[in-house]
């Protein structure tokens, strides 16, 4: 049996298949996924698996070097948000790298989203809990 704390078998492949400025999105139960890209559903109930578990267990496994949100995320729902930021600051503190923070519209991101190697669907139900993240690499 796996060691690590990621266990599920499609997130621990693609986790292991990313390269250098790949994107994978991290997502709420109700963002739209486009057809054509890779849906790895983790979603049981509302709120499990939350939003901030699936990304700590991503961060555990995968070195990242900048994330997208939406706008509105900090707008609508700021105490999760600011619970993402404090996240990858303490990831900044553990690998030594900066991570690059942007925001574009909600509208926009849906559409990047397009671009991502995969979506994963959490059972997060708080408004535009949405992340991209754009892999960089440990050396």
Known sequence: M???ALLNSELSY??????????????DAGLPIPEQTIRIDLALTHGIPGFLDTVRVVLSESQI???????EFAQVSPELHAALL??????????GKAIEISYISHEEFKVRTQDSRAV????????????????????
């Open 2 to 4: 796996k060691k690590s």
């Open 14 to 27: 693609l986790t292991s298949t990313l390269g250098h400025t790949d994107e994978i999105t991290i997502c």
């Open 65 to 71: 070097e900048s994330v997208l949100m939406a706008d």
């Open 86 to 95: 404090k996240e990858l600051k303490d990831e900044e503190a553990r690998c």
């Open 120 to 139: 994963v669907r959490t059972g997060e139900c708080t408004p535009y809990a949405n992340v991209i993240f754009q892999a960089g690499v440990v050396f």
